[in-house]
């Protein structure tokens, strides 16, 4: 059963439901994909030196290379596709080859299709290397070189798991392998020039990229900057305080929340003859202005916890237009609710860590989640 951990036992439940299904994949393939092209890049860095050992010979690092990079590639594809099919997100089949074309975030989704667009490249011409000559196939397969940071900073802009600290970890280990790589290849450059302007670049890239990240998605505010549509944000027109939607009243906007954190309290309450249980977490974003969140979830007891078999969510601050709806989905540490308010029906997805009586976590009110 797949649940999240409360007092060391789980809220389970019997299946996972929900259209979330496509996002998860998109989010996983894509972290994945960069990882396997940081191998990709590192054996091809570490190939142009020729070296080898006994215990590891050439043929070895060439057929992992390959391997890896078309990995990498059948990944790419399947982060693609599952982007495109969801439906949170405006992104078209031509956004996939064509930077630029989608109202999403335009520059860092763009970034992700000039990375795919270099893929694609790469793998065309090493399907045909038999007809092209060697200059022209290596002139294109050093492209993969400029794909791996496209990726990089595609990931960085674009993924809504941008701000997690294991997320981040990863990033910073792919970015460490290859530097590592690209250090120990320049330390071998005959060119003192080459090497002095290598690993003058090899210690700006990485800094610039730490600047970018503290100063984009860590701010807070970060979604609507990197270029996401009001409506996907959940963005509504101000309503005036005595309800009559007239423009004199002291107006206040609709929930507008995408991964912003939260802390509260969980309390468990056993109904008659210990036969249902209630589990209520309470807690309130740690951003101004803060919105209220109240989870409600139902069940039979299960150790600490329950076997969920229904609950509520409610989102809004004192006084503002509420958002409140069914759970639809729990699944790990992930929470999923079918939420209307005053834009429609929205999908409430939270990320959970309890600890006792404690919760920390993160959440996101979206689109598309009818």
């Known amino acids: 059963m797949s649940g999240i951990a409360h007092a060391g036992q789980p809220l389970a439940v019997p299946a996972v ?159 460490a392998a290859v530097a590592w790589a690209a250090w120990w290849r320049l330390s071998l450059a005959a060119s003192p020039a080459v090497r002095g302007t290598g690993l003058t670049a090899l210690a700006v890239l990485p800094v610039l990229t730490a600047a970018f990240v503290i100063e984009g998605p860590l701010r807070p505010g970060w979604a609507l900057r990197a270029g996401t549509p009001p409506a996907l944000l959940g963005r509504a027109p101000a309503t005036a305080a005595d309800g009559s939607g007239t423009s004199g009243g002291a107006g206040r906007a609709a929930v507008r929340l995408v991964n912003a954190r939260f802390t509260g309290t969980v309390t468990v309450t056993a109904g008659p003859g210990e036969h249902r249980r209630t589990v209520t977490i309470t807690g309130r974003t740690v951003v101004a202005p803060a919105e209220r969140i109240a989870i409600v979830l139902h069940g039979a007891p299960s150790g600490g916890g329950v076997s969920l078999t229904d609950g509520t969510v409610r989102i809004g601050g004192a006084g503002a237009p509420a958002w409140s709806g069914p759970v639809v989905a729990l699944a790990g540490a992930d929470l999923v609710a079918s939420v209307s308010g005053p834009g429609g029906r929205r999908q409430a997805r939270f990320t959970l860590a309890i600890s006792g009586r404690s919760v920390t976590g993160t959440v996101s009110l979206l689109t598309g989640g009818e």
């Open 17 to 175: 439901v929900g259209p979330s299904m496509l996002w998860y994949i998109t989010r996983a393939t894509g972290i994945v994909a960069l990882v396997l092209l940081t191998g990709t890049v590192m054996l091809g860095v570490i190939g142009t030196a020729r070296a080898a050992s006994q215990r590891w010979p050439r043929i070895v690092t060439a057929s992992l290379h390959q391997n890896l990079g078309l990995t990498a590639a059948a990944l790419v594809g399947v982060h693609v596709v599952t982007t495109v099919l969801d439906p949170f997100a405006p992104i078209g089949l031509v956004s996939a080859f064509i930077p630029f074309s989608s109202p999403y975030r335009p520059l860092w989704l763009s970034l992700g299709t000039v990375a795919f667009d270099l893929l694609l490249a790469v793998l065309v011409t090493s399907l045909l290397r038999d007809r092209l000559s060697h200059r022209a196939w290596q002139a294109v397969h050093l492209l993969v070189y400029a794909c791996w940071p496209a990726a990089l900073w595609h990931g960085l802009g674009t993924g809504t798991d941008s701000r997690l600290p294991w997320v981040l970890a990863i990033d910073l280990a792919c970015m």
